[in-house]
Protein backbone atom coordinates (compact mmCIF):
# COMPACT_ATOMS: atom_id res chain seq x y z
CA UNK A 1 0.00 0.00 0.00
CA UNK A 2 2.88 2.77 0.79
CA UNK A 3 4.38 2.78 -2.83
CA UNK A 4 1.01 3.16 -4.68
CA UNK A 5 1.37 5.51 -7.64
CA UNK A 6 -0.50 8.42 -7.77
CA UNK A 7 -3.14 6.52 -10.61
CA UNK A 8 -3.17 4.07 -7.80
CA UNK A 9 -3.77 6.33 -4.75
CA UNK A 10 -6.58 8.30 -6.91
CA UNK A 11 -8.49 5.29 -8.18
CA UNK A 12 -8.64 3.55 -4.17
CA UNK A 13 -9.82 6.81 -2.96
CA UNK A 14 -12.36 7.61 -5.69
CA UNK A 15 -13.59 3.76 -5.05
CA UNK A 16 -13.46 4.48 -1.61
CA UNK A 17 -14.40 8.04 -0.59
CA UNK A 18 -17.25 10.50 -1.16
CA UNK A 19 -17.00 11.88 -4.41
CA UNK A 20 -17.21 15.89 -2.90
CA UNK A 21 -13.70 14.95 -1.75
CA UNK A 22 -12.08 14.76 -5.06
CA UNK A 23 -11.12 17.16 -7.72
CA UNK A 24 -7.62 18.68 -6.08
CA UNK A 25 -4.75 19.16 -7.53
CA UNK A 26 -2.68 15.96 -8.75
CA UNK A 27 -0.09 16.03 -5.88
CA UNK A 28 0.69 13.02 -3.89
CA UNK A 29 1.42 14.20 -1.06
CA UNK A 30 4.84 12.73 0.85
CA UNK A 31 5.82 14.83 3.05
CA UNK A 32 6.03 18.61 4.07
CA UNK A 33 8.20 20.80 6.09
CA UNK A 34 8.46 24.70 6.38
CA UNK A 35 7.06 25.85 3.58
CA UNK A 36 8.01 22.93 1.05
CA UNK A 37 6.05 19.75 -0.16
CA UNK A 38 6.71 16.58 -1.21
CA UNK A 39 5.27 14.35 -3.16
CA UNK A 40 5.74 10.52 -3.77
CA UNK A 41 8.04 10.93 -6.74
CA UNK A 42 10.41 13.23 -4.58
CA UNK A 43 9.21 16.24 -6.29
CA UNK A 44 9.40 19.78 -4.46
CA UNK A 45 6.91 22.06 -4.34
CA UNK A 46 6.83 25.14 -2.60
CA UNK A 47 3.37 25.85 -0.55
CA UNK A 48 1.57 28.82 -0.99
CA UNK A 49 -1.34 27.64 0.52
CA UNK A 50 -0.58 26.34 4.03
CA UNK A 51 -2.89 23.62 3.07
CA UNK A 52 -5.71 25.94 3.20
CA UNK A 53 -4.42 28.80 5.34
CA UNK A 54 -3.85 26.30 7.90
CA UNK A 55 -0.48 25.76 8.84
CA UNK A 56 0.70 29.78 9.19
CA UNK A 57 3.74 28.42 11.28
CA UNK A 58 5.00 25.81 8.60
CA UNK A 59 4.50 22.47 8.23
CA UNK A 60 5.38 20.07 10.77
CA UNK A 61 6.89 23.10 12.93
CA UNK A 62 9.11 21.82 15.37
CA UNK A 63 7.22 23.39 18.45
CA UNK A 64 4.01 22.11 17.37
CA UNK A 65 5.47 18.67 17.11
CA UNK A 66 7.02 18.51 20.70
CA UNK A 67 3.42 19.58 22.10
CA UNK A 68 1.86 16.67 20.33
CA UNK A 69 5.03 14.45 21.59
CA UNK A 70 4.13 15.53 24.68
CA UNK A 71 0.98 15.12 25.08
CA UNK A 72 1.52 11.52 24.00
CA UNK A 73 3.86 11.08 26.73
CA UNK A 74 1.83 12.29 29.00
CA UNK A 75 -0.94 9.17 28.65
CA UNK A 76 -3.77 11.55 28.43
CA UNK A 77 -4.66 11.76 24.95
CA UNK A 78 -8.83 12.56 25.91
CA UNK A 79 -11.16 13.70 28.73
CA UNK A 80 -13.98 14.38 27.09
CA UNK A 81 -14.96 17.56 28.86
CA UNK A 82 -13.62 16.60 32.51
CA UNK A 83 -11.12 18.91 33.89
CA UNK A 84 -7.23 18.67 32.55
CA UNK A 85 -4.51 20.70 32.35
CA UNK A 86 -4.39 21.25 28.52
CA UNK A 87 -7.61 23.10 28.13
CA UNK A 88 -7.06 24.94 31.40
CA UNK A 89 -4.13 26.07 30.14
CA UNK A 90 -5.39 26.75 26.32
CA UNK A 91 -8.60 28.31 27.43
CA UNK A 92 -6.97 31.25 29.54
CA UNK A 93 -3.94 32.26 26.98
CA UNK A 94 -6.13 31.96 24.18
CA UNK A 95 -8.74 34.36 25.55
CA UNK A 96 -5.66 36.45 26.63
CA UNK A 97 -4.24 36.78 23.04
CA UNK A 98 -7.92 37.55 21.60
CA UNK A 99 -7.84 40.84 23.98
CA UNK A 100 -9.94 43.03 24.70
CA UNK A 101 -13.29 42.79 24.39
CA UNK A 102 -13.14 38.92 24.75
CA UNK A 103 -13.71 37.32 27.78
CA UNK A 104 -14.68 33.81 27.11
CA UNK A 105 -14.12 30.94 24.42
CA UNK A 106 -16.07 27.77 23.38
CA UNK A 107 -13.89 25.12 21.19
CA UNK A 108 -14.88 22.79 19.08
CA UNK A 109 -13.47 20.57 16.21
CA UNK A 110 -14.27 22.28 12.43
CA UNK A 111 -14.47 25.78 11.47
CA UNK A 112 -18.53 25.09 10.52
CA UNK A 113 -19.53 24.08 13.90
CA UNK A 114 -17.96 27.19 15.36
CA UNK A 115 -20.04 29.28 13.09
CA UNK A 116 -23.08 27.52 13.76
CA UNK A 117 -22.55 28.53 17.32
CA UNK A 118 -21.96 31.98 16.65
CA UNK A 119 -25.39 31.29 14.92
CA UNK A 120 -27.20 29.66 17.84
CA UNK A 121 -25.47 32.45 20.18
CA UNK A 122 -26.89 35.25 18.21
CA UNK A 123 -30.36 33.92 18.08
CA UNK A 124 -29.91 33.38 21.97
CA UNK A 125 -28.73 36.69 22.43
CA UNK A 126 -31.88 38.45 20.30
CA UNK A 127 -34.33 36.59 22.01
CA UNK A 128 -32.79 36.24 25.63
CA UNK A 129 -30.90 39.86 26.49
CA UNK A 130 -32.10 42.29 23.54
CA UNK A 131 -36.30 40.31 23.83
CA UNK A 132 -36.53 40.63 19.46
CA UNK A 133 -39.90 39.32 18.06
CA UNK A 134 -37.58 36.83 16.13
CA UNK A 135 -34.00 35.73 16.38
CA UNK A 136 -33.19 37.35 12.72
CA UNK A 137 -29.73 37.70 11.46
CA UNK A 138 -27.99 39.47 8.55
CA UNK A 139 -25.34 37.64 6.02
CA UNK A 140 -23.97 38.56 2.91
CA UNK A 141 -24.53 37.43 -0.72
CA UNK A 142 -21.11 35.78 -1.81
CA UNK A 143 -19.79 34.79 1.49
CA UNK A 144 -19.03 31.39 3.15
CA UNK A 145 -19.12 29.68 6.57
CA UNK A 146 -18.99 26.19 6.31
CA UNK A 147 -21.01 23.20 4.54
CA UNK A 148 -23.20 22.22 7.61
CA UNK A 149 -26.68 23.14 7.70
CA UNK A 150 -26.75 26.38 9.67
CA UNK A 151 -23.72 27.82 8.68
CA UNK A 152 -24.28 26.94 4.92
CA UNK A 153 -27.85 28.59 5.36
CA UNK A 154 -25.89 32.08 6.49
CA UNK A 155 -23.65 31.58 3.14
CA UNK A 156 -24.62 33.22 0.22
CA UNK A 157 -25.06 30.91 -2.59
CA UNK A 158 -28.72 30.38 -3.11
CA UNK A 159 -28.08 27.82 -6.08
CA UNK A 160 -26.03 25.40 -3.78
CA UNK A 161 -29.06 24.98 -1.21
CA UNK A 162 -31.76 23.10 -3.11
CA UNK A 163 -30.71 20.63 -0.27
CA UNK A 164 -31.99 22.23 2.21
CA UNK A 165 -35.89 22.52 0.81
CA UNK A 166 -37.46 25.93 2.41
CA UNK A 167 -35.96 28.86 3.41
CA UNK A 168 -35.33 30.35 7.15
CA UNK A 169 -37.27 32.99 7.15
CA UNK A 170 -35.22 34.72 9.95
CA UNK A 171 -31.93 34.61 7.65
CA UNK A 172 -31.26 38.09 5.36
CA UNK A 173 -28.74 38.74 2.73
CA UNK A 174 -26.97 42.08 2.50
CA UNK A 175 -25.15 42.67 -1.11
CA UNK A 176 -21.24 42.61 -0.64
CA UNK A 177 -19.72 45.73 -1.30
CA UNK A 178 -17.06 44.55 -4.28
CA UNK A 179 -14.46 47.54 -4.92
CA UNK A 180 -15.01 47.23 -8.34
CA UNK A 181 -18.73 48.52 -7.13
CA UNK A 182 -18.06 50.24 -3.86
CA UNK A 183 -14.89 52.06 -3.20
CA UNK A 184 -14.32 54.23 0.11
CA UNK A 185 -15.79 57.09 -0.24
CA UNK A 186 -19.18 55.29 -0.98
CA UNK A 187 -19.16 53.12 1.45
CA UNK A 188 -21.49 54.20 4.16
CA UNK A 189 -23.65 54.95 1.49
CA UNK A 190 -24.17 51.81 0.36
CA UNK A 191 -24.57 50.03 3.28
CA UNK A 192 -27.35 52.60 4.20
CA UNK A 193 -28.71 51.40 0.54
CA UNK A 194 -28.91 48.08 2.07
CA UNK A 195 -30.88 48.57 5.38
CA UNK A 196 -33.13 50.34 3.12
CA UNK A 197 -33.59 47.49 1.00
CA UNK A 198 -34.10 44.62 3.06
CA UNK A 199 -36.34 47.06 5.13
CA UNK A 200 -38.53 47.66 2.18
CA UNK A 201 -38.91 43.89 2.03
CA UNK A 202 -40.03 44.09 5.61
CA UNK A 203 -37.10 43.40 7.72
CA UNK A 204 -37.46 45.73 11.06
CA UNK A 205 -33.82 45.60 12.62
CA UNK A 206 -34.70 46.69 16.18
CA UNK A 207 -37.58 44.42 16.54
CA UNK A 208 -36.80 41.14 14.56
CA UNK A 209 -32.69 41.20 13.94
CA UNK A 210 -30.33 39.60 16.64
CA UNK A 211 -26.80 39.52 14.58
CA UNK A 212 -25.11 40.16 11.62
CA UNK A 213 -22.32 37.85 9.94
CA UNK A 214 -20.00 38.95 8.28
CA UNK A 215 -16.63 36.71 6.26
CA UNK A 216 -13.67 39.24 7.24
CA UNK A 217 -13.15 39.63 3.50
CA UNK A 218 -14.70 37.75 0.71
CA UNK A 219 -12.84 34.47 0.30
CA UNK A 220 -12.68 33.51 -3.34
CA UNK A 221 -10.85 36.70 -4.13
CA UNK A 222 -9.29 38.06 -0.69
CA UNK A 223 -11.87 40.94 -1.15
CA UNK A 224 -12.29 43.70 2.06
CA UNK A 225 -15.07 45.86 2.57
CA UNK A 226 -14.67 49.55 2.11
CA UNK A 227 -13.24 50.11 6.29
CA UNK A 228 -16.65 53.01 5.94
CA UNK A 229 -19.02 50.43 5.17
CA UNK A 230 -17.76 48.34 8.12
CA UNK A 231 -17.93 51.58 10.44
CA UNK A 232 -21.02 52.67 9.38
CA UNK A 233 -22.50 48.82 9.88
CA UNK A 234 -20.66 48.82 13.39
CA UNK A 235 -22.34 52.39 14.52
CA UNK A 236 -25.79 51.13 13.12
CA UNK A 237 -25.67 47.38 14.62
CA UNK A 238 -24.48 49.32 18.21
CA UNK A 239 -27.95 51.81 17.81
CA UNK A 240 -30.24 48.51 17.39
CA UNK A 241 -29.06 45.88 19.97
CA UNK A 242 -27.54 43.72 17.06
CA UNK A 243 -24.29 41.41 17.44
CA UNK A 244 -21.47 42.13 14.44
CA UNK A 245 -19.72 38.65 14.61
CA UNK A 246 -16.59 38.64 12.24
CA UNK A 247 -16.29 34.84 10.81
CA UNK A 248 -11.98 35.19 10.82
CA UNK A 249 -11.64 31.31 10.05
CA UNK A 250 -9.40 32.42 7.22
CA UNK A 251 -8.00 35.95 8.37
CA UNK A 252 -7.37 35.19 12.24
CA UNK A 253 -4.28 34.24 13.66
CA UNK A 254 -1.74 36.75 11.70
CA UNK A 255 -2.74 35.75 8.64
CA UNK A 256 -3.47 39.17 7.12
CA UNK A 257 -0.33 40.43 8.55
CA UNK A 258 -2.45 41.57 11.86
CA UNK A 259 -3.26 39.26 14.77
CA UNK A 260 -7.05 39.52 13.42
CA UNK A 261 -8.42 40.28 9.83
CA UNK A 262 -10.93 42.66 11.79
CA UNK A 263 -8.19 44.92 12.78
CA UNK A 264 -8.20 46.06 9.29
CA UNK A 265 -11.50 47.98 9.73
CA UNK A 266 -10.62 49.96 13.14
CA UNK A 267 -13.36 47.90 15.40
CA UNK A 268 -14.43 45.34 17.61
CA UNK A 269 -16.90 42.83 17.19
CA UNK A 270 -19.21 40.83 19.69
CA UNK A 271 -18.30 38.06 18.27
CA UNK A 272 -15.32 36.32 16.37
CA UNK A 273 -15.65 32.61 14.82
CA UNK A 274 -11.81 31.36 14.77
CA UNK A 275 -10.34 27.64 13.23
CA UNK A 276 -7.57 27.02 10.42
CA UNK A 277 -4.90 28.90 11.38
CA UNK A 278 -5.28 27.97 15.20
CA UNK A 279 -4.39 24.82 15.58
CA UNK A 280 -1.60 24.51 12.52
CA UNK A 281 -3.31 21.35 11.52
CA UNK A 282 -4.95 19.76 13.83
CA UNK A 283 -8.79 19.60 14.70
CA UNK A 284 -9.51 23.01 16.60
CA UNK A 285 -11.85 25.46 16.16
CA UNK A 286 -13.56 28.03 18.46
CA UNK A 287 -15.93 31.32 18.88
CA UNK A 288 -14.73 33.68 21.15
CA UNK A 289 -16.90 36.80 22.43
CA UNK A 290 -18.18 38.27 26.14
CA UNK A 291 -19.10 36.16 29.11
CA UNK A 292 -22.53 37.41 28.53
CA UNK A 293 -23.01 36.05 25.47
CA UNK A 294 -20.50 32.95 25.91
CA UNK A 295 -22.93 31.63 28.75
CA UNK A 296 -25.90 32.08 27.44
CA UNK A 297 -26.65 28.50 26.77
CA UNK A 298 -26.92 26.74 29.97
CA UNK A 299 -24.88 23.83 31.09
CA UNK A 300 -24.76 21.33 28.56
CA UNK A 301 -26.60 22.95 25.98
CA UNK A 302 -23.41 23.49 24.36
CA UNK A 303 -21.10 20.55 24.23
CA UNK A 304 -18.95 18.20 21.38
CA UNK A 305 -17.57 14.92 22.23
CA UNK A 306 -14.13 16.12 20.96
CA UNK A 307 -14.04 19.56 21.69
CA UNK A 308 -11.18 20.92 23.87
CA UNK A 309 -9.24 17.51 23.95
CA UNK A 310 -5.57 17.69 25.68
CA UNK A 311 -3.68 16.67 21.97
CA UNK A 312 -5.81 20.10 20.15
CA UNK A 313 -5.36 22.25 23.42
CA UNK A 314 -1.71 21.57 23.77
CA UNK A 315 -1.44 22.60 20.06
CA UNK A 316 -3.34 25.15 20.40
CA UNK A 317 -1.36 26.61 23.19
CA UNK A 318 1.95 25.90 21.03
CA UNK A 319 0.64 28.04 18.17
CA UNK A 320 -0.16 30.80 20.10
CA UNK A 321 3.26 30.87 22.28
CA UNK A 322 4.70 30.45 18.70
CA UNK A 323 3.30 33.66 17.01
CA UNK A 324 3.84 35.69 20.67
CA UNK A 325 7.35 35.72 20.19
CA UNK A 326 9.27 38.54 18.53
CA UNK A 327 11.79 36.42 16.08
CA UNK A 328 8.21 35.17 14.80
CA UNK A 329 6.28 38.92 13.82
CA UNK A 330 9.44 40.31 12.76
CA UNK A 331 9.63 37.34 10.04
CA UNK A 332 5.96 37.71 9.35
CA UNK A 333 6.22 41.63 9.38
CA UNK A 334 9.53 41.15 6.66
CA UNK A 335 7.36 38.38 4.27
CA UNK A 336 4.48 40.52 4.37
CA UNK A 337 6.91 43.50 2.39
CA UNK A 338 8.54 41.24 0.10
CA UNK A 339 5.07 39.65 -0.64
CA UNK A 340 3.07 42.60 -1.46
CA UNK A 341 6.41 44.28 -3.04
CA UNK A 342 6.67 41.72 -5.62
CA UNK A 343 3.00 41.11 -6.50
CA UNK A 344 2.61 44.87 -6.92
CA UNK A 345 5.54 44.09 -9.57
CA UNK A 346 3.67 41.37 -11.26
CA UNK A 347 0.14 43.37 -11.44
CA UNK A 348 1.97 46.31 -12.84
CA UNK A 349 3.67 43.97 -15.39
CA UNK A 350 0.24 42.02 -16.15
CA UNK A 351 -1.65 44.95 -15.37
CA UNK A 352 -4.45 44.24 -18.52
CA UNK A 353 -4.98 40.76 -17.36
CA UNK A 354 -5.08 40.60 -13.82
CA UNK A 355 -6.32 42.42 -10.81
CA UNK A 356 -4.75 41.46 -7.17
CA UNK A 357 -6.29 41.95 -3.69
CA UNK A 358 -5.86 41.03 -0.20
CA UNK A 359 -3.54 42.38 2.83
CA UNK A 360 -0.57 40.93 4.30
CA UNK A 361 -0.03 37.01 3.32
CA UNK A 362 -2.99 36.27 1.65
CA UNK A 363 -3.32 37.46 -1.45
CA UNK A 364 -5.45 36.56 -4.65
CA UNK A 365 -4.82 36.94 -8.05
CA UNK A 366 -8.22 37.41 -10.55
CA UNK A 367 -7.68 36.83 -14.11
CA UNK A 368 -9.52 38.36 -16.64
CA UNK A 369 -9.09 37.79 -20.86
CA UNK A 370 -7.95 40.90 -22.70
CA UNK A 371 -11.64 42.17 -22.96
CA UNK A 372 -12.09 42.50 -19.51
CA UNK A 373 -14.31 39.12 -18.66
CA UNK A 374 -13.09 36.75 -16.17
CA UNK A 375 -11.33 34.24 -17.42
CA UNK A 376 -11.69 30.78 -15.83
CA UNK A 377 -10.11 28.63 -18.90
CA UNK A 378 -6.67 30.74 -18.45
CA UNK A 379 -6.66 30.44 -14.63
CA UNK A 380 -7.30 26.98 -14.20
CA UNK A 381 -4.25 26.77 -17.36
CA UNK A 382 -1.95 29.14 -15.18
CA UNK A 383 -2.55 26.50 -12.04
CA UNK A 384 -1.44 23.48 -14.02
CA UNK A 385 1.45 25.62 -14.93
CA UNK A 386 2.47 26.43 -11.36
CA UNK A 387 2.01 23.11 -10.34
CA UNK A 388 4.32 21.99 -13.10
CA UNK A 389 6.84 24.28 -11.96
CA UNK A 390 6.85 23.46 -8.61
CA UNK A 391 4.67 26.01 -6.95
CA UNK A 392 1.06 25.20 -5.33
CA UNK A 393 -1.40 27.26 -5.14
CA UNK A 394 -5.49 27.97 -3.77
CA UNK A 395 -7.61 26.82 -6.86
CA UNK A 396 -10.59 28.49 -6.44
CA UNK A 397 -12.87 26.92 -8.95
CA UNK A 398 -13.35 30.49 -10.37
CA UNK A 399 -11.32 33.23 -11.67
CA UNK A 400 -8.67 33.43 -8.99
CA UNK A 401 -6.07 31.69 -7.41
CA UNK A 402 -5.24 32.37 -3.83
CA UNK A 403 -1.81 33.06 -1.67
CA UNK A 404 -1.39 32.05 1.80
CA UNK A 405 2.05 30.69 2.22
CA UNK A 406 2.93 29.50 5.92
CA UNK A 407 3.56 33.30 7.65
CA UNK A 408 7.26 31.84 8.57
CA UNK A 409 7.77 30.90 5.43
CA UNK A 410 11.73 31.34 4.56
CA UNK A 411 12.63 34.32 2.51
CA UNK A 412 14.59 32.64 -0.27
CA UNK A 413 11.24 29.67 -0.43
CA UNK A 414 8.96 32.66 -0.66
CA UNK A 415 11.25 34.84 -3.26
CA UNK A 416 11.68 31.87 -5.40
CA UNK A 417 7.58 30.80 -5.43
CA UNK A 418 6.64 34.77 -6.47
CA UNK A 419 9.58 34.53 -9.12
CA UNK A 420 7.90 31.16 -10.13
CA UNK A 421 4.21 32.91 -9.95
CA UNK A 422 5.69 35.53 -12.33
CA UNK A 423 7.72 33.13 -14.75
CA UNK A 424 4.40 30.93 -15.03
CA UNK A 425 2.04 33.85 -15.55
CA UNK A 426 4.65 35.23 -18.75
CA UNK A 427 4.59 31.35 -20.51
CA UNK A 428 0.83 30.90 -20.14
CA UNK A 429 0.08 34.82 -21.52
CA UNK A 430 2.16 34.53 -24.02
CA UNK A 431 1.01 30.98 -25.22
CA UNK A 432 -2.60 32.07 -25.26
CA UNK A 433 -1.00 35.41 -27.32
CA UNK A 434 0.55 33.07 -29.75
C1 LIG B 1 -14.63 31.83 6.21
C2 LIG B 1 -14.87 30.38 6.51
N1 LIG B 1 -15.80 30.02 7.40
C3 LIG B 1 -16.04 28.75 7.70
C4 LIG B 1 -15.33 27.73 7.10
C5 LIG B 1 -15.64 26.31 7.44
O1 LIG B 1 -14.55 25.73 8.10
P1 LIG B 1 -14.41 24.14 8.14
O2 LIG B 1 -14.08 23.69 6.75
O3 LIG B 1 -13.29 23.89 9.11
O4 LIG B 1 -15.71 23.59 8.61
C6 LIG B 1 -14.34 28.04 6.17
C7 LIG B 1 -13.61 26.99 5.48
O5 LIG B 1 -13.02 27.15 4.44
C8 LIG B 1 -14.10 29.41 5.85
O6 LIG B 1 -13.17 29.76 4.97
Redesign the pocket.
Known amino acids: MDNLKYTEAQNLLSQFEARSMHGQLPIYWKSAKGGIVKDHNNKKYIDFTST?FVTNIGHSNRYIKNAIRSVLNSNLIHSYTYLNKYRVNYLKELVEFCGDPFEKAYLAS??????ETALKLIRMYGLKVAKKNKPGIISFKGN????TMG?FMMSGFPDSKWWIGYEDPNIHFMDFPYPWEVNEKKGKDFFNKQISKLEAQGVNFKKDISGIML?TFQ?WGALFYPKSFIEELTVFCKKNEILVCF?E??AGFYRTGMKFGFEHYGIKPDII?I??GMSSGLPL?GVVSTQQVLDLPSQGELSSTNSANPLVCSVGLATIRYMNKRSFITRLRSNCEIFKEKLDEIKEEFSDQIDISGNGMIMAIIFKSLDGNPDIELTNKIVDRLIYNGLIVVKTGRESIKLGPPLNIKKNHLIKGLDILKKSIKEELSDTVQ
Open positions: ISGTEATYHGRSEGDMQCGKS
